[in-house]
């Protein structure tokens, strides 16, 4: 009788390069939801491409318009999977609404060694790691893993990714809902 609540917004964050994007559109796929990548979405919203917003705006910029663009969107409970940028949850104004207030929120979680490898070619469009040397790559990203790690916590699910295809993360997920 009574039908299982749906699932209407379903949040994925995790740090760079752990599948948010690819695994988002899939999950969208196959619950039949819009899905929206929040990046995308500041990008066409400012009409400004992500390193030139934190190279002509500064990042503290940046955080307030990606705290402001999810707040829309998780206030206007417009069906959605939604994928996050690998800081979203972790700034004050955003770690409430999101990780204490919306229902569905999992945690892509990936070794310091997986994403060192693919961020390793991926960097150069990331503001975060753009300057890095490729030998300083890991250090950074086990060092930012350790702060941000207490705030992709608190997600309501942790999906470990490793060694995991696209498929099988976003059935994993739609399990869980
Ligand atoms: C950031 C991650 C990026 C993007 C911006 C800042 C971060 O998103 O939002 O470059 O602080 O980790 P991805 O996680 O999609 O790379």
Same mark, same amino acid.
């Given at each position: 009788i009574f039908a299982k609540k749906a699932a209407l917004q379903i949040v994925l964050i995790g740090y760079m390069g752990s599948g948010k994007s690819v695994v988002g559109k899939a999950l969208a796929?196959?619950?039949?939801?819009p899905f929206l990548d929040l990046d995308d979405h500041i990008e066409e919203e400012l009409g400004m491409s992500i390193p030139d917003i934190f190279r002509k705006k500064?990042?503290?910029?940046?955080?307030?318009?990606e705290h402001e663009y999810?707040?829309?969107i =998780? /206030?206007? #409970?417009?069906?959605? !999977?939604?994928?996050?940028?690998?800081?979203?949850?972790?700034?004050?104004?955003?770690?409430?609404? =999101? /990780?204490? #207030?919306?229902?569905? !929120?999992?945690?892509?979680?990936?070794?310091?060694?997986?994403?060192?490898?693919?961020l390793a070619d991926e960097k150069d469009h990331r503001p975060m790691i753009s300057h890095l040397k490729p030998e300083e790559l890991q250090e950074y990203i086990g060092k930012h893993l350790f702060e941000r790690r207490p705030y992709y916590s608190r997600a309501n699910h942790t999906i470990s990714c490793e060694g995991k295809s696209?498929?099988?993360?976003?059935?994993?997920?739609?399990?869980?809902?």
């Open positions: 796929d196959r619950l039949e939801l500064g990042e503290i910029f940046f955080r307030k318009k999810l707040k829309e =998780l /206030l206007s #409970k417009d069906k959605v !999977v939604l994928s996050t940028g690998g800081g979203t949850p972790c700034y004050s104004g955003n770690t409430d609404l =999101l /990780l204490d #207030k919306t229902p569905n !929120v999992f945690y892509l979680q990936l070794s310091v060694a997986s994403l060192t490898a693919r696209v498929d099988e993360i976003a059935a994993e997920i739609a399990a869980k809902l």
